[in-house]
């Protein structure tokens, strides 16, 4: 039987490479489309952090949600709406001002990573979600507060889409290369906790693809999903990594997520970057205004009172637009 993880080692992963195998990864990337780099956050502490910080940003959305409480993960708290259940996100304004988000984003590693496999050193960082998977079989739910009693139970509607494949590259409008995605791992995937999967080596024959298929697939949108009778879903491999792990895939990798069918949450930080603009000056104030927003916006200041505020490094200041790559300088701007 074919196994439906990708290039598996002795532990049941996929192969992952670290940071400094730099000819190795780039040759894997170029080969398969998609690379994974171990240990590219290496502080369990920051790990944790980011993820009491995703706790936090639950209880803003609904102060009921408890991560001790199982009781009260059920949909009628969770905040389904915000793409919680179909995809596993978490679409929240707080993305791009809360104090961890911004310490991953700006980690020296993750930023490193992204200027070999773009081949460009100066970069903007996009302003990406979080994304959470509830665990689906074997919950342990409280049964009698006063005894500390539990019950055992599945909850097979809190999972994800299933067979969820897709682009987020126009193929009709973009058949070549634009650019690369990513997502943090922060907790360990297996084929049971959910996570990501992708067509390995599809890259290579996308152009072709947006050909054969533009008569009956065209698509105008920018997300485009793989048609369900597509011989593409016989190849969608699992990819599975140890938390603090980094997955980056070019954009042309059909890619999805596969539903949680464990007792454990999956847990993700996505972050993506490009080519930093800085001669467009409509973008980088609009990118400075984003960063901003808990300045900008009464509702947001308001929701995220207690979060701690983002501290920049030079590097995460040069991701955001607020330094300059080219002259090191600090960018001029209304909140000066």
Same mark, same amino acid.
């Given at each position: 039987?074919a196994s439906i993880t990708a290039f598996p080692d002795s532990n049941? *992963?996929?192969?992952?490479?670290?940071?400094?195998?730099? +000819?190795?990864?780039?040759? =894997?990337?170029? /080969?398969?489309?998609?690379?994974?780099?171990?240990?590219? #956050?290496?502080?369990?502490?920051?790990?944790?952090?980011? #993820?009491?910080?995703?706790?936090?940003?639950?209880?803003?959305?609904?102060?009921?949600?408890?991560?001790?409480?199982?009781?009260?993960?059920?949909?009628? *708290?969770?905040?389904?709406?915000?793409?919680?259940?179909?995809? !596993?996100?978490?679409?929240?304004?707080?993305?791009?001002?809360?104090?961890?988000?911004?310490?991953?984003?700006?980690?020296?590693?993750?930023?490193?990573?992204?200027?070999?496999?773009?081949?460009?050193?100066?970069?903007?960082? $996009?302003?990406?979600? *979080?994304?959470?998977?509830?665990?689906?079989?074997?919950?342990?739910?409280?049964?009698?507060?006063?005894?500390?009693? @539990? #019950?055992?139970?599945?909850?097979?509607?809190?999972?994800?889409?299933? %067979?969820?494949?897709?682009?987020?590259?126009?193929?009709?409008k973009y058949p070549d290369f634009i650019g690369v995605q990513g997502?943090?791992?922060?907790?360990?995937? %297996?084929?049971?906790?959910?996570?990501?999967?992708?067509?390995? !080596?599809?890259?290579?024959?996308?152009?072709?693809?947006?050909?054969?298929?533009?008569?009956?697939?065209?698509?105008?949108?920018?997300?485009?999903? @793989?048609?369900?009778?597509?011989?593409?879903? %016989?190849?969608?491999?699992? #990819?599975?990594?140890?938390?603090?792990?980094?997955? @980056?895939?070019?954009?042309?990798?059909?890619? !999805?997520?596969?539903? %949680?069918?464990?007792?454990?949450?999956?847990?993700?930080? *996505?972050?993506? =970057?490009?080519?930093?603009?800085?001669?467009?000056? $409509?973008?980088?104030?609009?990118?400075?205004?984003? =960063?901003?927003?808990?300045?900008?916006?009464?509702? &947001?200041?308001?929701?995220? &009172? !207690?979060?701690?505020?983002?501290?920049?490094?030079?590097?995460? /200041?040069?991701?955001?637009?607020?330094?300059?790559?080219?002259?090191?300088?600090?960018?001029? +701007?209304?909140?000066?």
């Amino acid at each position: 039987m074919a196994s439906i993880t990708a290039f598996p080692d002795s532990n049941g *992963y996929t192969k992952s490479f670290s940071l400094e195998e730099t +000819s190795e990864l780039l040759e =894997f990337f170029e /080969e398969y489309g998609f690379v994974v780099i171990r240990n590219i #956050i290496d502080s369990q502490s920051q790990i944790e952090e980011t #993820i009491d910080e995703i706790w936090s940003l639950l209880r803003v959305l609904n102060p009921k949600i408890d991560k001790n409480d199982s009781s009260t993960w059920d949909n009628k *708290y969770w905040p389904i709406q915000m793409g919680l259940k179909d995809g !596993g996100f978490i679409s929240h304004m707080s993305d791009v001002a809360t104090k961890m988000c911004w310490e991953n984003r700006q980690h020296p590693n993750v930023v490193r990573l992204f200027q070999i496999l773009l081949k460009h050193d100066d970069l903007w960082v $996009r302003y990406d979600r *979080y994304g959470m998977m509830r665990p689906t079989k074997g919950i342990a739910f409280k049964q009698n507060d006063n005894d500390g009693s @539990v #019950i055992f139970e599945d909850r097979p509607e809190w999972r994800s889409k299933p %067979n969820w494949l897709h682009w987020d590259q126009n193929p009709w409008k973009y058949p070549d290369f634009i650019g690369v995605q990513g997502l943090l791992a922060l907790s360990d995937t %297996n084929p049971n906790t959910g996570g990501f999967h992708c067509v390995p !080596g599809f890259t290579h024959r996308f152009k072709q693809w947006s050909i054969d298929n533009e008569k009956e697939h065209k698509s105008r949108g920018g997300l485009v999903n @793989v048609p369900e009778n597509d011989s593409i879903r %016989n190849e969608v491999k699992q #990819i599975h990594v140890q938390k603090g792990s980094f997955i @980056v895939w070019d954009s042309r990798l059909p890619h !999805g997520n596969f539903p %949680n069918e464990s007792d454990q949450f999956r847990i993700v930080q *996505y972050i993506t =970057f490009d080519p930093a603009k800085e001669d467009d000056k $409509r973008e980088l104030t609009s990118r400075i205004d984003a =960063f901003h927003m808990r300045t900008l916006s009464s509702k &947001a200041d308001e929701q995220l &009172a !207690g979060f701690p505020e983002p501290q920049l490094t030079e590097l995460g /200041e040069k991701i955001v637009g607020l330094r300059s790559w080219k002259t090191n300088e600090r960018v001029k +701007s209304s909140f000066e």
